[in-house]
């Protein structure tokens, strides 16, 4: 076991700030190797607490070197402070003071990449959420908020842009080839939004003039010679900026707005204020080298990054505990945006087929926490699918229990309160009631309660009153901590088809004529309710759920016929697409039942059927077609078994896309010529979309293994003019052991080869084949040139495709992919500790599967947990695991 057990924070003793700071003046001279920093910080002790509480200074602060400490400019003694591990102690200060602390960091030597760090020549920060202490002592928490000025000195050739927070309000030569730049944000902050960049970087501009007609300049910083693929994230910027104001009333507020690229981050993007740092992986992208699904992830971040600036920045959160205050209702606001820029519909499916595959399991497994986390010992672990993404669907169901008119009303009052602020997640909840004069009360608990709801729906038509009752029931399964489960407040989308395939106009019991609605919002808060349509016609099939109007399982016993039907014909094209997905995970779980029995498993003709009729039908959305084509993934089925049988899943799901290929071949061609395009590539909606499609027919054509269809494919990879073909047609024959694949993957790498973030999708593709051999490709290209383990995106591409995405091998029986991600892990411990702790997510789940397989899961993370100082992220996770 590990030697100490790490200390767990816990929300139930939060305790506001001893001192607050009005303002911190930093200076840096950037070394790589002895980078010298020095804090002057205005104290002031917090009026919160009692006057006669005179409590010791204490500042965060590790691995660095203390120089000197200096108090209203009068050097400290040893003697005068304590410096230990993780903290600074001044014990005797007066109740307003000014602290000079100077300090030392080797920002080349970082393999964190969190404070201040080097790579590929340029200095870059990351200081969420707790890097800010890796650079200077100070109380790094976020309900400390101050006004920054910063000065950045470093050799000008090495470093020619020095950029931080705010404004530039001063620059100049120094001498032996040095120069200075220095920034004033002012705007009060908390450390983990401070930011700095310096090296040689190219440059893009723009500029933007708000509703209130601020000129705004935009400027994206890059490697050199990616100054060409920069120009979709600036036009994202663009939009995102004038939806904020078209939506919200929320302008931009400073006079420049600066992104940074770099090629070596822990994270996807930083939204630092008005000094956005991203994984190059999100600006980046030209046709050549960025897919479709690049460019969307491209647009929905760096949206969910400018829209920080008032929703995390100009408010932000208390504590670490309140986090999804600010992630939650970004990703929120992200989404808004993505739907209606692309299609509403696929924008959905996406963000739940998300939710299902990473929170669901989240929430059913040993790590389930609330949106709102009572405890924890590494916040980094804390950035989970359950903060950000669970985060979005509550506030999604307040969107739709207030109405758009009406959350809009509690936003503007948000702001109106808190704005400079550290807040909670009940704050913002209170803005939403006092702003509507409603109670949520019973809503808070999705902040405080984890696990995944189960909602069983039953309904009883009634032809003489002509009216149908629905039933409806909650449950939440008790999760760690949490053995008794409370209801919650569930706002579910209701619809009733008739059998012509025509939507009925509901009305609910006691209301009068005239308020009826296709579509209505039935509000679960008790275990049980009963709800009464009147004016129902004929027995109807419900559609239940729309939109999926909130984050639960739904549980009601559809026929074959009924999910049919709902493929076919339900408007709510969400619940169309659900219908499709019901069907084929039940169809799915039967054959995996006769692949464990020894037999072959049947696919039912009666969805092939079902199939079929959807790629006959001409819909303008081709977009949407693609995704009724897409069956659940063998993780989803997964987890809809009591003991997850991979070997089951992986023949039964390869069966029934062989059966659909082979039934409608010629349909499939129909649609693979039908949609290939002699245009030029542009990411618009139309175009993406017949590629989705085109390339989906093309999936199922090469699961035949037919010589002809392979051709298809090859023919695809040579003939394509953008990487949305190709990477399509290098996943179709990725799976099929055929010359083919050899070649296509080995031209891949010789075109691409000094493109690092392309290279990435290489990598992905052979760790996701699931073709015997594979983790023997993934340890030999482990030592590829290709390959760096210090490089968070090399690492997720290769170790972590493998280990999330490739279920039949890395779950071989005999425990080898569990032995290679748990040497990985131990070794990326000592180097980047926040990505290791990420790369144990698969082995989170271990008591789902057998229990051969258990047991072998067990012994790999008991090995990690008896490392030698074992990083709280990885402890934290792994002990948690073997709970």
């Not at 209505?520 to 999926?548: C, H, I, K, W, Y």
Request: hydrophobic share 40%; net charge negative.
């Amino acid at each position: 076991m590990a030697a100490e057990t790490p200390k767990t924070i816990r929300l139930a003793d939060y305790r506001a700030p001893d001192f607050l700071v009005e303002t911190i003046d930093l200076t840096f001279d950037l070394e790589p190797k002895a980078t010298r920093v020095t804090a002057k910080s205005a104290f002031r002790r917090n009026p919160a607490h009692k006057k006669d509480e005179k409590r010791p200074l204490v500042l965060d602060g590790e691995d660095m070197k203390l120089i000197s400490v200096a108090l209203d400019g009068r050097a400290l003694e040893k003697a005068d402070y304590v410096v230990g591990d993780e903290t600074l102690t001044v014990a005797d200060v007066p109740d307003d003071f000014e602290l000079t602390v100077v300090t030392e960091i080797a920002p080349e030597d970082n393999t964190r990449l969190e404070g201040l760090y080097r790579s590929s020549g340029v200095y870059t920060t990351q200081c969420e959420a707790e890097g800010f202490r890796r650079i200077t002592y100070f109380p790094d928490r976020p309900d400390v908020m101050a006004k920054y000025r910063v000065t950045i000195r470093a050799e000008k050739e090495a470093c020619p842009f020095l950029l931080s927070n705010g404004n530039l309000v001063a620059e100049k030569e120094l001498p032996e080839g040095r120069h200075e730049a220095v920034w004033e944000d002012p705007y009060p902050k908390p450390s983990y939004l401070f930011a700095l960049v310096a090296g040689d970087l190219a440059k893009v501009e723009d500029d933007f003039t708000t509703e209130t007609g601020r000129e705004v300049k935009l400027r994206i910083f890059v490697e050199h010679g990616n100054e060409g693929r920069c120009g979709f994230a600036m036009d994202a910027l663009k939009r995102s900026m004038r939806w904020d104001e078209e939506t919200y009333g929320l302008a931009y507020d400073l006079d420049q707005f600066s992104i940074v690229a770099v090629s070596d981050f822990n994270m996807g993007a930083m939204e630092n204020k008005s000094l956005n740092v991203f994984n190059a992986k999100y600006i980046l992208a030209d046709p050549e080298t960025a897919t479709d699904a690049d460019y969307s992830f491209i647009d929905t971040i760096v949206a969910h990054e400018y829209f920080h600036n008032w929703t995390g920045n100009r408010v932000t959160c208390r504590d670490w505990f309140q986090l999804s205050l600010k992630e939650g209702l970004t990703v929120f606001r992200d989404q808004q945006f993505s739907e209606t820029t692309r299609s509403p519909a696929v924008e959905r499916i996406n963000q739940v087929r998300s939710l299902r595959a990473r929170q669901f399991p989240e929430d059913a497994g040993p790590t389930a926490h609330p949106v709102r986390p009572a405890e924890y010992i590494e916040i980094n672990n804390f950035y989970t699918p359950t903060v950000y993404d669970k985060g979005a669907e509550v506030i999604r169901m307040m969107h739709t229990l207030l109405g758009r008119d009406g959350f809009r009303k509690g936003m503007d009052l948000y702001f109106e309160r808190h704005d400079g602020q550290a807040v909670t997640c009940d704050d913002f909840v209170a803005a939403m009631e006092d702003a509507n004069d409603q109670k949520l009360t019973l809503f808070r608990r999705w902040y405080s309660q984890a696990g995944t709801p189960t909602v069983t729906v039953t309904g009883k038509y009634d032809d003489l009153a002509r009216a149908y009752e629905m039933t409806v029931t909650q449950e939440t399964k008790p999760t760690p901590g949490q053995p008794t489960k409370e209801p919650l407040h569930i706002p579910l989308a209701v619809g009733l088809m008739d059998r012509r395939g025509r939507e009925m106009p509901l009305r609910f019991e006691g209301e009068s004529v005239g308020k009826e609605a296709y579509t209505r919002v039935v509000e679960l808060t008790e275990d049980r309710q009963t709800f009464r349509f009147l004016g129902v016609v004929g027995r109807p099939v419900p559609s239940v759920n729309r939109a999926f109007s909130a984050p639960v399982r739904i549980d009601l016993a559809y026929s074959d016929e009924d999910l049919a039907f709902l493929m076919a014909s339900d408007p709510d094209r969400f619940n169309r697409w659900e219908a499709g997905q019901r069907y084929a995970t039940k169809l799915l779980l039967k054959m995996v039942e006769e692949a464990r029995a020894g037999r072959e498993p049947e696919a039912d003709s009666r969805f092939v059927d079902a199939i079929h009729a959807g790629l006959r039908e001409e819909d303008p959305d081709r977009s949407f077609m693609a995704q009724m084509l897409v069956l659940p993934s063998e993780d989803f089925l997964a987890e809809q078994m009591a003991v997850a049988d991979v070997d089951a899943i992986h023949k039964a799901r390869q069966a029934l896309r062989r059966a659909i290929a082979t039934r409608l071949t010629h349909d499939l061609l129909v649609i693979y010529r039908g949609n290939r395009s002699n245009r030029p590539y542009a990411f618009e909606p139309e175009a993406a979309g017949r590629r989705a499609l085109k390339n989906a027919a093309l999936g199922y054509l090469t699961a035949l293994g037919d010589e002809a269809m392979i051709d298809l494919a090859t023919e695809q990879y040579d003939g394509a003019d953008n990487m949305t073909d190709r990477m399509a047609a290098l996943a179709a024959l990725n799976d099929l052991d055929v010359p083919a694949r050899r070649k296509t993957l080995d031209d891949f790498y010789a075109r691409f080869e000094k493109n690092g973030l392309v290279i990435d999708k290489w990598l992905g593709l052979e760790a996701m084949s699931a073709l015997p051999g594979t983790l023997d490709r993934v340890k030999e290209l482990t030592g590829h040139k290709a390959f760096s383990i210090k490089n968070p995106n090399k690492v997720r591409a290769l170790i972590g495709a493998f280990a999330s995405g490739n279920a039949i091998r890395f779950h071989a029986k005999d425990g080898s992919g569990y032995a290679f991600l748990a040497d990985k892990v131990i070794e990326l411990d000592t180097l980047n500790p926040q990505v290791a702790a990420r790369m144990v997510a698969p082995m989170r789940r271990l008591k789902k599967f057998d229990k051969d397989r258990q047991a072998k899961m067990r012994a790999e993370l008991e090995r990690i947990l008896a490392v030698p100082k074992l990083s709280r992220d990885v402890y934290e996770i792994v002990s948690k695991s073997l709970a």
